[in-house]
């Protein structure tokens, strides 16, 4: 059963007008993501300062990122910006979200040609 975290998550990323939505939209699409074919696995404050996250691409890559920026100020999640990117698609099974991981895929439905 795909947890519900990853569906609310990757409705957001895909339909939400507040400030940290539309950064991650537009920072995904520079790193080549199309935000409609993307899943949000997890997003998840880890410090004063930033959110780490995994994202599965719509080719079925997964990666994990960290988004830095200033929760404390009134409009920090405009200048959001992503560190950390990393194609974690040939290790994802050994970390911490594999279930989750495994989940979204099959929520989503996985790619021909994909593992």
């Known amino acids: 059963m795909t947890p519900s975290i990853v569906v609310q998550y990757t409705d957001l990323l895909r339909t939400s007008d507040y400030a940290l939505w539309a950064r991650l939209r537009w920072l995904l699409k520079g790193q080549g993501l199309a935000p409609d074919r993307t899943v949000v696995v997890d997003l998840l404050q880890e410090g004063p300062d930033h959110e780490d996250g995994q994202v599965i ?12 920026y200033d929760q404390a100020a009134q409009d920090g999640a ?38």
């Not at 691409?57 to 988004?67: I, N, T, W």
């Not at 959001?80 to 099974?93: F, G, H, K, V």
């Open 57 to 68: 691409a719509g080719d079925g890559r997964v990666y994990r990122f960290s988004l830095y």
């Open 78 to 115: 405009l200048s959001a910006q992503l560190r950390n990117w990393t194609d974690i698609t040939d290790s994802w099974e050994t970390g911490s979200l594999a279930m989750r991981t495994a989940d979204a895929f099959a929520w989503r439905g996985r790619p021909t040609g994909q593992r």
